[in-house]
C-alpha cells in the first residue's frame, strides 16, 4: 500500500512534529493538572481521533472545499475559540475534588473537539501529509494510514506529557486551596489558547 522508503521518510519526520509544543500538548498538559493521568490520557486519546477525522476527511476532498469556500476555516477558528473559552470558565468554576468519575469521557470529547475546531491541524494535514502521497495508489488509504501514525505518536507523547502533569497535580491537589489554582492555571491555557486560535491566520 505505502513504499517502505516513503515510510521510513514520514515516520522521523511525524515524530519531529509530535514532539514540537504546541495547542494539543498545552491542552493535554492543562487536563493532566486539573483531572489527573487518567484523564489527559483520554485527552490526549479524543486529539489522535481528531486527527484521523482529519486524515480522512482530507483523502475525501477537504483541500477543494476550502478552495471554493474560504470562510469556512475561519466559521470553524470560531467555532473552536468559543469552545476553549467555554473550557476556561469550567475550570475556574470547578474544583479539582468536584470533578465527577467521567472526567476521561468527558476529557476524551473535550480533546476531540478542540482537535477538529483547530484550523492549523486541518491547513497542516493538507500541507503535510500530501507530501508522501504516492497518486498512483488509492489516495485515501495512504491518508488513513499517515494520519494514523501521526495520531499514535501524538497520542504516546502527548498522554506522557499529561501523565507527567497528572503526577504532579495529584500531590498538590490535596490542598484545597491548590486546587483552586490548578483550575485557575488551567483556565489560563484555556484562554491563552483561545487567543492564539483567535489571532491566527488562516488565509
Not at 515524530?15 to 493521568?37: H, I, V, Y
Not at 475559540?81 to 476556561?88: D, I, Q, T
Not at 498512483?136 to 501523565?163: E, H, K, S, W, Y
Amino acid at each position: 500500500m505505502i513504499d517502505p522508503l516513503i515510510l521510513l521518510a514520514f515516520l522521523p519526520a511525524g515524530l519531529a512534529l509530535n514532539l514540537t509544543p504546541g495547542a494539543d500538548m498545552m491542552f493535554c498538559l492543562a487536563q493532566g493538572l486539573r483531572r489527573g493521568p487518567r484523564a489527559a490520557w483520554a485527552a490526549s486519546a479524543g486529539i489522535s481521533a481528531g486527527s484521523l477525522v482529519h486524515a480522512i476527511v482530507a483523502g475525501l476532498g477537504l483541500a477543494a472545499v476550502i478552495a471554493a469556500h474560504p470562510g469556512v476555516l475561519n466559521v470553524i477558528r470560531w467555532i473552536g475559540v468559543a469552545y476553549l473559552l467555554w473550557l476556561a470558565v469550567k475550570s475556574l468554576r470547578a474544583t479539582r475534588s468536584k470533578i465527577p468519575d467521567t472526567a476521561p469521557a468527558h476529557a476524551f470529547r473535550e480533546g476531540l473537539m478542540v482537535n477538529l475546531t483547530n484550523p492549523k491541524v486541518i491547513l497542516f494535514v493538507l500541507a503535510f501529509i500530501p507530501q508522501f502521497i504516492d497518486p498512483a495508489r488509492p489516495v485515501l488509504p495512504q491518508f488513513l494510514i499517515f494520519g494514523a501514525l501521526l495520531g499514535l505518536g501524538g497520542l504516546v507523547i502527548n498522554g506522557m506529557v499529561g501523565q507527567l502533569a497528572g503526577g504532579a497535580g495529584n500531590r498538590l491537589a490535596r490542598s484545597e486551596g491548590f486546587a483552586r489554582w490548578l483550575g485557575r492555571i488551567s483556565a489560563g491555557v484555556f484562554g491563552l489558547l483561545a487567543l492564539r486560535l483567535a489571532t491566527m491566520r488562516t488565509q
